[in-house]
């Protein structure tokens, strides 16, 4: 039995296919079972769990060989304490996952953002999920940190097809490791299957290549018949006051203004040189093309 938390999240989605189209016996979990119908008619099991309640996520666990963990939800705009509800979530699965009897390997979702000591924000969790996970005993512990979710770029295809231009904090021309969430479920349901052996603890996951944001307009322009699109940076003052008129809270508008922040200045970067075991095969074309269709 391999369990799949956050079974309807983009990447805990893409675990959770991948491990039934090879026929692998799954159990989803998430904050309602009415979400998890498409899988149940699949042929798994589903479950309803509190991810920030020990005796809801033991129970959720239970008999579980091999299990797929992350922090959800991942970000809650109106939160006022994100980090004291990470905390909580993370205390949560440390204590629920403890000395689970059969429970022998586990896989989690934790990002780029890890390689950062000072990550703030959205991301403040990550490394403290890997070391709460790192404490239990008898399990091997395999922590994926893939990159740039290429999905960060899906508002751009609406204000891109409305108005020609997509605006934001990261510089046009940085770099990006970008990565589809479905290779890194692919990647995830291989590893928790056996079908594949990490060759270290901590794995970095890119795409075929880093992308920046001006190629990502002009390739979402080229899409969406917006030729002319073009990447416009702003300020830090200018997204926060963004995510406020969006009716993100003050603590949440501030800690992902300040996680972008760390992308932009290069203080959340890749520290693994991209090869054969971390690298995956969608091109942000090929994500872009499926997206769109």
């Known amino acids: 039995m391999i ?13 959770a296919d991948a491990l039934l189209a090879a026929g692998q016996e799954v159990r989803v979990l998430g904050r309602s079972r009415d979400r998890l119908r498409a899988f149940a008619d699949r042929g798994a099991e589903t479950a309803e769990v509190r991810t920030d309640d020990e005796a809801s996520i033991r129970d959720a666990f239970a008999g579980a060989d091999a299990a797929f963990v992350m922090i959800a939800p991942g970000l809650v705009p109106t939160s006022t304490d994100f980090p ?47 070391e709460a996970l790192d404490t239990l005993t ?20 609406e ?34 299957s056996g079908r594949r052996n990490a060759p270290r603890r901590v794995l970095e996951l890119h795409g075929p290549r880093d992308v920046t944001l001006d190629e990502i307009v002009a390739a979402i322009g080229k899409a969406v018949g917006r030729p002319d699109a073009r990447y416009e940076r702003i300020d830090a003052t200018a997204m926060r006051d963004g995510l406020l008129a969006a009716g993100f809270s003050e603590h949440i508008a501030d800690g992902t203004t300040a ?35």
Not at 92 to 100: I, N
Not at 259 to 273: L, N
């Open 3 to 15: 369990v799949v938390s956050s079974a309807t999240s983009h990447t805990g989605s893409a675990v």
């Open 84 to 130: 004291g509800f990470q905390q909580r979530v993370i205390t949560a699965h440390r204590q629920g996952l403890a000395g689970l009897e059969g429970l022998t390997r586990i896989v989690s979702l934790s990002g780029w953002a890890a390689n950062h000591p000072g990550a703030r924000g959205p991301v403040w969790g990550l490394r403290p999920l890997e």
């Open 138 to 157: 008898g399990v091997e512990t395999i922590h994926l940190r893939p990159g740039w979710f290429m999905e960060n770029a899906l508002p751009m295809i």
């Open 159 to 192: 204000e891109v097809r409305e108005t020609g231009t997509a605006r934001g904090l990261i510089p046009a021309d940085l770099p990006l490791p970008a990565i589809a969430t479905a290779d890194i479920g692919a990647v995830a349901a291989d590893l928790l």
């Open 259 to 293: 996680m972008t922040s760390d992308v932009a200045d290069r203080r959340i970067a890749m520290v693994q040189p991209r090869d054969a075991e971390t690298t995956t095969p969608t091109t942000f074309e090929d994500f872009l093309a499926r997206v769109i269709a």
